[in-house]
């Protein structure tokens, strides 16, 4: 299984960028599939996610109304939306797959099995 995330760079604020995340080894179709990310000196966090059933979507506080999470199951490919980006919002970002257990843990690290490398976003002018 592997999970390989693309899409990150340099942007300036307000800025837009589009995370992709190819999977390979299995389909997405029976997972969840989730975005973190981990700033210096600071916890990895989730950022969104995506269920299996319905597709229905999550958001952290932080980032709702800016980033749009979406999935391509006939790709084996989740991408991530991210509009009026902010120096905050520099970080690493990973991809995960996994089986969350409900709606409630759609950011919980332990319910995704598979990882991906990560790749840097940085918002600066």
């Known amino acids: 299984v592997q999970l390989q995330a693309s899409g990150g760079g340099l942007v300036q604020p307000g800025g837009s960028l589009r995370l992709s995340c190819a999977v390979s080894g299995f389909t997405l179709d029976y997972h969840d599939i989730g975005w973190f990310r981990q700033a210096p000196g600071k916890e990895r966090e989730g950022v969104s996610s995506?269920?299996?059933?319905?597709?229905?979507?999550y958001y952290g506080e932080s980032v709702k109304g800016r980033f749009t999470i979406s999935r391509d199951n006939a790709k084996n490919t989740v991408y991530l939306q991210m509009n009026s980006l902010k120096p905050e919002d520099t970080a690493v970002y990973y991809c995960?797959?996994?089986?969350?257990?409900?709606?409630?843990?759609?950011?919980?690290?332990?319910?995704?099995?598979?990882w991906g490398q990560g790749t840097q976003v940085t918002v600066s002018s």
């Open positions: 995506v269920s299996r059933r319905y597709s229905n979507t």
């Open positions: 995960a797959v996994g089986q969350i257990r409900g709606p409630w843990y759609w950011h919980i690290e332990e319910d995704y099995d598979y």
